[in-house]
Structure formats: structure tokens, C-alpha cells
């Protein structure tokens, strides 16, 4: 605040007109410190961790944390974004070997004789060959 002055001998001033300021404690003094609000705050991203797979494709993740309000100021469930982020990627092995597969055997046919020594076969039938470096163990496709 400001107080009015008037000089008593205008010739020699006395006082000095920036001189006549007035304070009182208030929040943050020694006696009567009040801490201001702190936000809640996310921390900064984690890496991203490993794919998710080792061919194909995949996802890998990061995460980040909440430090929590203080004071008073605006909690980890109000703030805006998320804990978690998911993102694809494709290792750099392309694509997963794929194994050739055979179907079940069938069942014996019937014998190639009638009388003495005969043979009776069985077959399986390769459903899907292999692919991208898999294991090409479709060799067996009869029994006799």
C-alpha cells in the first residue's frame, strides 16, 4: 500500500517519494508457507521391448509411469494419454519356416493275391508342403 506525504519545507525535501511502501507477510513466508499445487506427470517412455515373435508378425511394447500430484494439484487419473503403447513389427528373419505335412494313413487296401504270399498297401498324401526353410520330412507315403 501507498501513503500520501507532503514535505514540510518544499525547498529540502526530506522524503523520498519511492520510499513510502508498506508490506505484510503473506504465503511462503517462514510462518506461514503454503506449498503450490504440483501436477501429476508422466515419465518419459520406456524402449520398446522385444517383438513379440521371432518371424511373421508381431507387436512389442512400451510403457511409461504417472508421478502422482502433490499439494493439491491434478491427479494421475486425470491426465490425459496412456500407460501403455503397442506397436506391430516384423523381425528381420521374414518369414516362419513352415514344415511339410502328411494326412493320416488310409486304411489297407485290400491284398494283391489271392493265394499264397500278397501285400497290402496303405498311403498318405502330403497336405501341405514346406515352405520358407521347413523340414521337408514328407518321404514316407506308403506302407506295405
Known amino acids: 500500500r501507498n501513503r500520501e506525504f507532503e514535505e514540510i519545507d518544499e525547498a529540502t525535501p526530506v522524503c523520498d517519494p519511492d520510499d513510502h511502501q508498506e508490506s505484510s507477510h503473506c504465503a511462503g513466508d517462514e510462518d506461514n ?12 517412455w520406456s524402449e520398446f521391448g522385444r517383438c513379440s515373435v521371432s518371424c511373421n508378425n508381431g507387436t512389442y511394447t ?4 504417472c508421478t502422482e500430484q502433490r499439494f493439491g494439484g491434478t491427479p494421475c487419473d486425470q491426465l490425459a494419454g496412456v500407460r501403455k503403447e503397442v506397436a506391430n513389427c516384423s523381425p528381420s528373419y ?4 513352415e514344415d511339410c505335412a502328411l494326412s493320416q494313413w488310409t ?5 494283391n493275391r489271392n493265394c499264397g504270399h500278397g501285400v497290402k498297401k496303405r498311403t498318405k498324401h502330403v497336405i501341405k508342403h514346406s515352405k520358407y526353410g521347413g523340414k521337408d520330412d514328407c518321404k514316407q507315403l506308403e506302407d506295405s
Open 33 to 44: 508457507f503454503v506449498s503450490c499445487p504440483v501436477d501429476a506427470q508422466w515419465t518419459r
Open 62 to 65: 512400451r510403457v511409461r509411469t
Open 94 to 97: 521374414g518369414r516362419c519356416p
Open 107 to 111: 486304411t489297407w487296401g485290400t491284398c
